[in-house]
């Protein structure tokens, strides 16, 4: 079976303190534990929050470099944070796509050191408005898995993360129905079928994210090929995070 995650995606929000303050509200507001729930903090927090030792929150990062190190100011390697403890991060998130030019080609190279290094991953992936518009949804999302994604062996994808995030539905308040989540992430399912198994498929958890709030968490979550959300703005808040979470 497929793993239960909720994460939430801090992206360039909160000081260190607020960040304290909302890991602290998370841990006194949970009351479900078979939920997996992930912080993914700015890199520079992830040994600060790491370090409060939460038992039900796990930290992460937003980005890394595939580089193994060297001379690439700015940036940060899987060793570095793995150094201070945290063992997972994002990868291909539709803002790293768009504003920092990450190509098919630099998120494979990420998503090998990632495995190279023991290291893992959220591998993120969607849809902008006019593909959606052009219903060409499917072929988008699945060039995007075929080109960063699936060259893994079978033991490699085994038990990992695919969030599909339309990016029309990220921070925008507008959410894909359950209609067009659960058609995405049967699609993406089927995918891993053909190139791995149904029983790899089954070890894969697909989260949605696209303006996942405690309003529509529920429904989402129903969905049988949702396992879970990657939450934006909505982790920002104790009482909305803890609320989706609680949904399952
Ligand atoms: C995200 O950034 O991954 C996201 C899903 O954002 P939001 O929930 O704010 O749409």
Redesign the pocket.
Known sequence: MAQKIVAG?W?MNLSLSEGVKLVNGIESKIDSTDVRIIVFTPSLFAHPISQLNKKDTEVGVQNFNENEAGAFTGEISINQVKSVGVNIGLIG???RRLYFNESHSVLKAKVDAAIGNGFEFIF?CGEPLDVREANQEFSYVKRQLDESLFHLTDAQIKGGTI?Y?PVW????GKTATTEQAEEMHKAIRTWIVEHYSEEIAETVSILY????NPKNAEELFACPNVDGG??????LNPEDFCAIINSF
């Open positions: 995606n992206k998130h539709s803002e993120c969030a995030e539905a990220i921070g925008t994210g696209g303006s996942c990657l939450i934006g703005g909505a982790s």
